[in-house]
């Protein structure tokens, strides 16, 4: 048979919408492959679809994981989708065939243990990488307030791990107004103060008319914490091999104490 390949967009809500559309359409589960960019060069004997998202298909997706795959493995997914790897769509696409494959009655199948699996195993190690990133970026990731009143984050990171950063600050900074700003995939997280938080695309530009400089409180704060910092440090002790072990430099154009 010839093999049916649906481009979609590079989200999650994209990717579920395909894998929707396979099951609606009765697609055959084999000979069908969900990608988020068209092959450069294409395949021959294959037939290509362009997929618009649909949100409220992604949600019946997202209901269908969550209650038969359970929510460990819907995290797993999620955060697969998060990285660049050219072959997530299809990893996750096949996690899932095989994961209701496994569903027996009102039980959850825990198909992320399933490591045999090649496509299992690798949406477990692109989950565990964008996880990484995440926990990193969560901890490196520094806010400066800017002469318009608000805070102001700035990071890149390797894998698209934004929406999954946000939750956190939301959660500890609630009556704040701040922006995060992703620099290589151009995109920022915007919360105003005691309300929900948006994604806004090609956000460089923009910001370029909001942010200016730093405030002078700012300024002198940052002086004093990169003096503490200085003061701390045991030059006996230094170890710099450890310390890019701990922090990689990729981290540090953005931190404050590395200024």
């Known amino acids: 048979m010839d093999e049916k ?14 894998i929707y559309e396979i099951y609606e359409k009765h697609m055959d589960l084999d000979t069908t492959r969900v990608q988020t960019s068209e092959d450069q060069d294409l395949r021959l004997f294959a037939t290509y679809e362009s997929v618009q998202t649909d949100f409220e298909k992604a949600h019946k997706v997202t209901r269908t994981i969550r209650s038969r795959l359970g929510e460990d493995a819907y995290k797993d997914i999620c955060m697969a989708l998060t990285t660049t790897d050219g072959d997530k769509a299809q990893a996750v696409f096949k996690t899932i065939v095989t994961g209701l494959r496994m569903t027996k009655g009102n039980k959850i199948a825990y198909v992320m243990d399933n490591l045999s699996d090649a496509y299992v195993r690798k949406v477990m190690t692109l989950s565990r990488n964008a996880g990484n990133e995440l926990h990193h970026m969560i901890e490196f990731v520094r806010f400066e307030e800017v002469t318009q009143g608000f805070l102001m984050a700035r990071f890149s990171a390797r894998n698209k791990i934004l929406p999954m950063m946000v939750p956190h600050f939301a959660d500890r900074l609630p009556s704040e107004n701040f922006i995060i700003y992703d620099e290589r995939h151009d995109w920022a997280a915007v919360h105003p ?8 695309e090609g956000a460089g530009a923009k910001l370029g008319l909001l942010v200016e400089e730093v405030s002078d409180s700012e300024t002198n704060y940052q002086k004093l914490y990169r003096h503490f910092v200085d003061k701390i ?12 072990n701990m922090l990689p430099i990729r981290f540090r154009k953005y931190m404050t104490e590395f200024q």
Request: proline share 0%; hydrophobic share 45%; net charge negative.
């Open 233 to 244: 440090a045991i030059d006996d002790r230094r170890n710099y091999e450890l310390q890019r």
């Open 193 to 200: 103060a005691r309300c929900d938080w948006v994604m806004v």
């Open 5 to 18: 390949i649906l481009i979609c967009e590079d989200t999650v809500e994209g990717v579920f919408t395909a």
